[in-house]
Structures are given as C-alpha cells and as structure tokens.
C-alpha cells in the first residue's frame, strides 16, 4: 500500500490579494536603499585644489631640505674584520733624567703596553741636570709638539722644569716629583736630593753583581757543582727562556742556575743532590715551541726542515720533560706560553715565597 503524499495548501480563509501583499512584504523582496554621495559645489571643489598643491610643494621641499642637510651614511665595513686602529707616526716622547732615564723608561714603557702599533717614538736624555742641558730640550719638544716625561730629584731643576714647559706650551709629565714629596712627609724627613747615579756604591748593589756573574757562569748547565749555591735553578727544554729568566732575577740580586733538559740525556746527579724546593720547572705549547725554534733556525742561516724544528722531535722532548717533572712532584712547573719573561719572573718569585712561608709556618719554635 503507497504512502499518501500530503500537499502543501494555503491556510484556509486567505484571498489571492492577500497572497500577493504577503509576498511583498517579505525582507527580500523590500527595495534596497542606494547611498549617494553629497552634491559639491563646483566652486567649494575648485577652491580646495590649489591648497592641497601648494602643501604637496612645502613637504617636497622640506624632504629635500632634510636630505640635503643630512650626513652621508657610513659605508659597510668590508668583511667582519675589525677596522685597524691608524698608526700615530708623528708623536714622540722625550724621556729626560739625571741619571740612567732606567726608572723612567720603564715606566713609560710598561704604559705603552695599553697603546699597540701607536707608532711613537721614545728618546732618552740622560745626565740632564742642569738647566742650560734642560732647556734644548725643552723648545725642541715645543717645536715638534713631543710630550716630556721626566724624573728630576734636584728641587731646583724641577721646578725649572715645570715652570719652562708651562711658558712652552710643553706637556710635561713629573714622574717623581710628587712622590718623593709624599714620602718626605709620611717619613717626616727631608730627601737628600741626590741622583741615583751619584750615589756610592751599596752592599745591594756589590750583592746583584755577584749575582749576576754566578748566572753567567751557571748557564745553560755549564756548572752543575753551583745547583747548590744557586737560589733558583731553572729546568726545562730548549727555548723556554732559561737564560732570559735567568738574567731578569740576577738583577734583582738572586743567584741562578739553569739546565736544559735534552731527550734520551739524564740530569746530573748535582740535580738531585740540590734542595729541591728551589728548583722550578718551565714548560711550553707545542705550538708556538715549534714555532720559537724555527724562527731561531731562520735566525742561524739553517734549514727549518731539521729535527730541532720538526713538530714529531718537540712533542717527543716535551713529553721527556713531563715524566721528569712528574717524577719530582716538589718541583712547581711553570708555562711561559705568551708570557713576557717578567710576568713569568712574578710567577716564580712570588711561587717560592709561597713555599717558604709554608715551610715557615710548620716550622717548630726554636
């Protein structure tokens, strides 16, 4: 049996006008409402034209003002390779003294370290002590715009000094005016205004000549019987600064004695024999050793191509040279890779006096 489909029939009671004002009553069906724009006057357009041409000509003409004005930007470095600071040709120094200039040499030396490739000249006058060899000085340093450093103990020359280099225009620089000012008043005595030069002779100096004539003749092993007598023996192979070291302490009055650790050599038995608390060990990169000895090869007119030289033959020493400070663990051993041979004198200096405090202090009263 077919299920009976069911019509769709209008409601009941509706005539066909109705039908129809339904249909025109529908959202859909309504007019949709057209949104023109407002009616300007021809004359309120024309009016408005040559305003906003005349302000498109004051910004065109300020943008070019400012860009004419501006500095040109600065051009791309070329890599990422830092820019080299330029050399400073033109400068010098003039290091004046009535003495040896040592003390003032050092100094400005040592502050020239914080300026690398600045290119400026340093030159010593020395014995200057008196006003006539003083003044020379002086207007040639006015004439070339040199800076003056320099250490005068003679009150009246340094007044002189100070005095002529500020009429000069000069930049003068007392590097030991004031302190020995200071310390006349911290010891409450007057300075004896002496030179260096002229002073006589002290025990500390007779003391750091014997020294350094132990150190000559103790080099590079040449008297094992002196590991005895020395303050500090130096140990350690070929080109790790063991005669610079060794001449840097002696001027501060310290017998020393050094020897070179050579591969498949023993250590003289003067070594074991010597207090083993003064003796230090100096050890190096492979590296930069390997580059030393070549360039010390280049120096002597050799072949860089021998065994002194070859990476295999300086792994080899230093490898010797490990057992051996391994097999005498009281010895300290120091690396002077990169290091200026003073820092490196520090390290020891200030090593030994750490172990003779220790020994100090564990030492029972007497």
């Known amino acids: 049996m077919r299920t009976p489909r069911f019509r769709r029939t209008e409601p009941k009671g509706r005539t066909a006008e109705e039908r129809a004002n339904a249909k025109v009553s529908r959202p859909d069906a309504r007019e949709k409402k057209v949104c023109r724009p407002r009616h300007v006057h021809s004359d309120h357009r024309t009016s408005i034209a040559p305003a906003k041409k005349r302000a498109a000509a004051l910004v065109s003409q300020w943008h070019r003002s400012v860009r004419s004005a501006a500095p040109p930007p600065p051009r791309p470095s070329s890599g990422s390779r830092p820019q080299e600071t330029p050399k400073l040709t033109s400068k010098r120094i003039d290091i004046l003294s009535d003495s040896t200039g040592e003390t003032a040499e050092k100094v400005v030396r040592a502050a020239m370290l914080q300026f690398p490739h600045s290119g400026v000249d340093l030159?010593?006058?020395?014995?200057?002590?008196?006003?006539?060899?003083?003044?020379?000085?002086?207007?040639?340093?006015?004439?070339?715009?040199?800076?003056?450093?320099?250490?005068?103990?003679?009150?009246?020359?340094r007044e002189f000094l100070h005095v002529a280099s500020y009429e000069m225009k000069v930049e003068?620089?007392?590097?030991?005016?004031?302190?020995?000012?200071?310390?006349?008043?911290?010891?409450?005595?007057?300075?004896?205004?002496?030179?260096?030069?002229?002073?006589?002779?002290?025990?500390?100096?007779?003391?750091?000549?014997?020294?350094?004539?132990?150190?000559?003749?103790?080099?590079?092993?040449?008297?094992?019987?002196?590991?005895?007598?020395?303050?500090?023996?130096?140990?350690?192979?070929?080109?790790?600064?063991?005669?610079?070291l060794s001449t840097l302490l002696a001027q501060r009055g310290l017998k020393v004695a050094n020897l070179p650790l050579v591969l498949g050599v023993m250590t003289p038995p003067e070594l074991e024999e010597a207090p083993q608390d003064r003796i230090v060990g100096l050890t190096?990169?492979?590296?930069?050793?390997?580059?030393?000895?070549?360039?010390?090869?280049?120096?002597l007119g050799m072949s860089v191509d021998t065994a002194y030289g070859l990476k295999e033959q300086v792994k080899e020493e230093l490898d010797y040279a490990d057992r051996i400070f391994k097999a005498h663990p009281s010895w300290p051993v120091v690396d002077v890779t990169g290091r200026a041979i003073e820092e490196t004198a520090v390290i020891i200096l200030e090593t030994l006096k750490e172990r003779e405090a220790a020994k100090n202090s564990v030492r029972p009263p007497t």
């Open 284 to 299: 190096i990169g492979l590296d930069p050793l390997v580059e030393i000895r070549k360039a010390r090869l280049r120096q």
């Open 172 to 244: 003068a620089l007392d590097l030991i005016g004031s302190l020995i000012g200071k310390l006349s008043v911290y010891l409450d005595r007057p300075p004896i205004n002496m030179p260096s030069g002229m002073l006589p002779l002290s025990d500390e100096y007779f003391r750091r000549i014997e020294a350094v004539e132990f150190t000559v003749k103790s080099d590079d092993g040449k008297e094992p019987r002196n590991f005895k007598k020395a303050d500090i023996v130096l140990v350690g192979v070929s080109r790790t600064s063991k005669t610079p």
């Open 123 to 157: 030159r010593l006058h020395t014995r200057v002590r008196t006003k006539d060899a003083a003044r020379p000085i002086l207007e040639r340093a006015a004439q070339d715009g040199a800076l003056v450093v320099f250490t005068v103990v003679s009150p009246e020359l």
